[in-house]
């Protein structure tokens, strides 16, 4: 069955769904903001949707992420007769194949082009290490990209190892003046989750060059993963 009404509680989903059929797209959370000109339904954030407003939309398929969202608003709609789709991405090769999974079995739509490219620019051997970074993703307290995330296994993939990837916390909290005697050749200060600036962020670290990169490059699926490796990879 072709999927005609789907509501996407994930950004990078919401992005990939509406590259295929944005009129198919009909509800979405206030932080899903590609493509920019996307009018849809919104129904608050990732960890507090409005479920009635979800149901009320009568959607065919939601779909959302383990990392994403809430297990209970999972149950809660599937309790209601909803039928939800979860996804689980930790590397960026499962995101490519959740995204053929997605659009071959589940909702029964077209292949996009960005996503055989995607397949090609990242889904190969691992280059040589480049350089070492620490990635901040929040202040106050300070947090970083650790083990088993699929920001870190991007980078990973664009010759940047993560100090932290051996880390027992996939985003550790961690004292700042330790991430600045990490030793890693750079800080990667994305502008999301938590909007880094050149006046927020940088002034912390004395010992470690710093540079500001694209929050959604670095930690979005999707469409956007064929940009990240253009842009990124310089």
Not at 26 to 34: E, F, I, L, R, S
Not at 96 to 113: H, N, Q, S
Not at 144 to 149: E, F, K, L
Not at 165 to 186: C, I, K, M, N
């Amino acid at each position: 069955m072709t999927v005609e009404r789907v509501v996407s509680l994930v950004p990078s989903i919401t992005e990939a769904l509406a590259s295929v059929r944005p009129a198919a797209v009909v509800g979405a959370t206030d932080w899903c903001t590609h493509p920019p000109d996307l009018e849809v339904t919104r129904v608050r954030g990732t960890k507090n949707p409005d479920l009635a407003a979800v149901r009320a939309l009568s959607p065919d398929l939601v779909v959302v992420n383990k990392e994403e969202n809430r297990e209970l608003d999972v149950r809660r709609l599937r309790d209601a007769g909803v039928r939800v789709h979860v996804t689980e991405i930790e590397t960026v090769p499962e995101a490519v194949a959740a995204f053929e999974e997605l659009f071959d079995d589940v909702l029964g739509w077209e292949r996009p082009d960005w996503l055989a490219t995607a397949r090609d620019l990242w889904c190969g051997p691992l280059p040589a290490v480049r350089r070492t970074v620490v990635i901040p993703i929040w202040r106050d307290p300070w947090m970083v990209v650790g083990s088993r995330t699929f920001t870190g296994d991007l980078a990973r993939r664009l010759g940047l190892a993560n100090v932290y990837a051996d880390h027992p916390a996939r985003y550790p909290a961690l004292d700042v003046t330790e991430l600045d005697a990490a030793g890693a050749d750079v800080v990667l200060l994305p502008d999301e989750p938590y909007l880094f600036t050149p006046t927020d962020g940088p002034e912390a670290f004395t010992r470690t060059a710093v540079e500001l990169v694209s929050g959604r490059l670095l930690t979005w699926y999707g469409p956007s993963l064929v940009d990240a490796h253009r842009s990124l990879a310089r």
